[in-house]
Structure formats: C-alpha cells, structure tokens
C-alpha cells in the first residue's frame, strides 16, 4: 500500500511512520476479549518504562480522548475536600489547566509569568508558604504554545518541601525528553499516543504515585467519565478500560511503543535535537526572530514572530507548503504574532532540509523580501 508521506511540523500530532499507520488495520476484535486485555496490561507496564518508572510504585492510567483529557483527569481527581490547588502559569497548556479548575468550581491559584519566561521559584515558595492548604500544584513541562521548557526537577522539589502533589503535563516532551518520573520529583506525569509516541490520536495516559491513585479514592467525585481512580480500578480489576477503548488506536500505540524502544531513548532525543537544530539553522538563516531564548527552549517547538513585510501573510506561505507536503502551524500567543515550526515525529534533518527549500520559495512567491526584516 502506498501511503503519501507528509511533513508535519505542527506541535503534534505528528508525522508517523506506515509501520505504525499500517498496525491499525487488525482483525475485527471485541476489546473484551482477553486477548486485548492482554495487549493492553502489556501497554500500561511498556509506558512506565518511557520515564522509568519502578512498577512496584507508579501505574499508568489510558483513557480514550486527546491529551487534553488527561489535564482534566488529574485535576478533577486529585484534589482532597477542602484543599486548594496551585497552577504555575506561563502559558497556554497551564492556562487550559486553569480554565479547567474554573469549569469544576475547584479553588484554586493562578499564579501568572510571562510567557517568554520561566516562572520564578521565589514566588512560587512564597505561594506555597502562605497557602498550607494548597495539595496539588500543575504545571507544564514544555510550554508547547511557545517552546519554553519548566525546571520541573526544581519546581518537584519544592512541591514537595510543601507536602503538595506535582501534576506536570509532559504531553510535548514524554518519549521525546529524558523524564525519570522519581528524579524529576514528579508524582504525575502524562501524553497522548500522536506526539512523541508517534502513534495515533485517541489514547492519552496519565503514568503516577500508585499511592496518591489509591488515596484519591476518598476525594469528592466531580466527574464520571473522567475519574482517575475509577478508570485505574477497573483497570487493576479487570484489565479493561471502563469504557470502550479505541481499539484501532491501540494497536498502533502498541506498534509505536515498539518502535520507541528500538530506536531508544537517547538516540530518540538526539534525532529530534538534530531536527530542531535543523529548523533554527533555517530560521536564523532567513533571518526570522523567534519568542523564547536559545538557552530555555525545550528543544522541539520554534516559535518565529512575524516579519514586519506587507506581504507577509502566514495563510498564504502555510497553502503554499501544505500543497507540497508540508504543515506549518500558528502560534498561540495573544500579544505577540507568530507561527511554529516542531520537531516531533517521524522525521529527520533531511525533511527539514527539504523544508526550508519550500518554504524560501513559498517566501519569495509571495513578495516576502528575504531575509526578512524587522521595524525594530
Ligand atoms: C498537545 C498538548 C496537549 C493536548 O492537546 P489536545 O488538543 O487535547 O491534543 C496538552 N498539553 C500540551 C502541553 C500539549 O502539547
């Protein structure tokens, strides 16, 4: 079968493999056979091992949804009666975090930085000193919306210092950046199978504290579908998710788990290293300015502003590439104009290469003056 390859640049889902896109195509199967149990046991202890997680104290949790649902599962869940909780802010995946706080009626903290800057530990001790009753604090890892990696080692250690639990949504750096759940100071962590896994949309997981999983057991219930701890219970009790699983997008996740580990860790991250060093070659060759300093991106998401150029028209220079088999995507910033390049996915140096060709001549097709400029 012949599948036309695309280059996805966008922060996920990302370009995958046709090994991984062909797993999909399985005998039809009733996910409550014990075969599919079976596959899925084997996919809950396979993800522990992606933040090298020791099985005797952490679990992995799947659910059916984007990854978005796993904000929402952590939040809902692990918050005790009568306690508060604490999002460290500089950037759009927090703020969903937040807004979700909203949605349940959870009190809560939004302690607000930048979004071109890391949050200032000071300030975040300081919140916690005054505020004993805070039991959960979320932040992101990589701020996907600009690039911008979180010293969660650092903020772990402090959550901690407090007596607090540390959710950190790890949805663009899990299988792409080295996270060792324990060392990071990290009691949750979580992703979706389409970003550095590879694999298809549909099945997100959250990997976590079995204890915390265990405890939360008591606290108020808020939703039905999303609870972490009913999920996990029926998980532990009958292999099964509670729900119907997506199967399809199961077996690719399984396939792409297989890959992650042939490829490894470390040779992983620095295939994704070469190919965001490859975009910011390109970028700074073309003269392009980007939001987040050199020293705090989390190497996968190149935010570039736009060129002060009349003919600059991010729609135009986007249909440009995507005919030719290329995505580019928006930023996701509100003061500042910008669009992303990432270096998720199946891809290499090469594809940027290849990229940038199309992407100096979607330039020069349009009137765009390059290298570009800007006023100030
Ligand atoms: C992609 C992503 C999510 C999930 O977004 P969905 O639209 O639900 O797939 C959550 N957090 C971060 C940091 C992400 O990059």
């Not at 607090?164 to 949504?169: K, L, S």
């Not at 005919?323 to 509100?334: L, M, V, W």
């Amino acid at each position: 079968m012949e599948i036309k390859r695309n280059v996805l640049l966008n922060p996920g889902p990302s370009t995958t493999t046709d090994t991984v896109k062909l797993a999909q195509v399985v005998p039809d199967i009733c996910p409550r056979e014990k075969e599919f149990a079976e596959l899925m046991r084997t996919l809950r202890k396979d993800l522990l091992k992606i933040v090298h997680a020791d099985p005797e104290k952490y679990t992995s949790v799947l659910f059916c949804g984007s990854g978005t649902i796993n904000i929402d599962v952590c939040i809902n869940s692990l918050l005790p009666a009568g306690k508060k909780i604490l999002i460290i802010n500089n950037g759009a995946y927090s703020t969903r975090a937040a807004e979700v706080c909203e949605y349940y009626g959870l009190p809560f903290i939004n302690l607000k930085f930048p979004v071109d800057e890391r949050p200032d530990l000071a300030k975040v001790e300081q919140v916690l000193k005054e505020n004993p009753d805070i039991a959960l604090v979320h932040t992101t890892h990589n701020e996907t919306g600009t690039g911008i990696l979180n010293p969660i080692r650092e903020i772990g250690a402090l959550v901690h210092k407090y007596g607090a639990v540390f959710t950190v949504d790890t949805t663009s750096t899990l299988a792409m950046v080295p996270i060792d759940i324990e060392k990071d100071n990290v009691d949750f962590c979580m992703a979706s199978a389409q970003k550095g896994l590879m694999a298809m949309t549909g099945l997100s997981f959250i990997i976590g504290n079995k204890a915390i999983v265990e405890q939360s057991k008591d606290y108020p219930k808020r939703s039905y579908y999303c609870n972490l701890y009913l999920q996990y219970d029926f998980f532990e009790r009958t292999g099964e998710m509670h729900f119907t699983p997506p199967v399809q997008t199961v077996y690719a996740a399984v396939q792409g788990l297989k890959e992650y580990f042939a490829e490894g860790e470390q040779a992983k991250w620095a295939r994704h290293t070469r190919v965001f060093n490859a975009i910011n070659e390109g970028l700074d060759r073309l003269g392009f300015r980007q939001v987040i300093k050199p020293e705090w991106r989390a190497g996968l998401v190149s935010s570039a502003i736009y060129p002060d150029d009349a003919n600059w028209s991010f729609e135009k220079v986007h249909d440009y590439c995507y005919e030719r088999g290329f995505t580019i995507y928006p930023g996701k910033i509100s003061t500042t104009n910008t669009f992303r390049l990432c270096a998720l996915g199946a891809i290499d140096e090469q594809d940027i290469r290849d990229f940038f060709v199309v992407f100096e001549e979607a330039l020069k097709a349009t009137g765009v003056t390059v290298p570009v400029k800007y006023n100030a």
